[in-house]
């Protein structure tokens, strides 16, 4: 697959992103790294991955940084409140965002990296 294909969205020093990294070297899929906090998230893309990505699934609720917000933006969370409150808050998106050619896919494990890119 070709670099421009497949992008990894996360945070550099993310363990988990880290994992992601790793797996995509060890087998030799090449792959952009777009780093939240560096390269900054745009409304456009959160709202795009809203489209094939539940938004239970997208926000991560366990982070620090969902518990820090006030309850009444907890509360109106929704699909249309999504994209600039992830955009402001990029660390509230699960970890790590791998786009590839076929869609979209959050988290990271061994058996679901093999699964979307089986040869």
């Known amino acids: ?63 620090t940084t969902w518990k820090q917000l006030p309850d009444t933006t907890k509360d109106s969370l929704s699909i249309h409140s999504a994209p600039a409150l992830c955009a402001k808050f990029e660390t509230l998106i699960k970890r790590p965002v791998l786009e590839y050619a076929d869609g979209v896919d959050i988290g990271f494990s061994d058996k679901q990296y093999q699964a979307i890119f089986q040869k």
Request: proline share 2%.
């Open 1 to 63: 697959m070709t670099t421009s294909k497949i992008t990894l969205y996360g945070i550099k020093n993310c363990d988990t992103v880290k994992k992601a990294q790793k797996w995509l070297d060890a087998a030799g899929i090449e792959f952009n790294f777009h780093d939240f906090r560096k390269d900054g998230l745009t409304e456009t893309q959160v709202s795009e991955w809203l489209k094939t990505i539940p938004l239970e699934k997208l926000v991560n609720k366990r982070s």
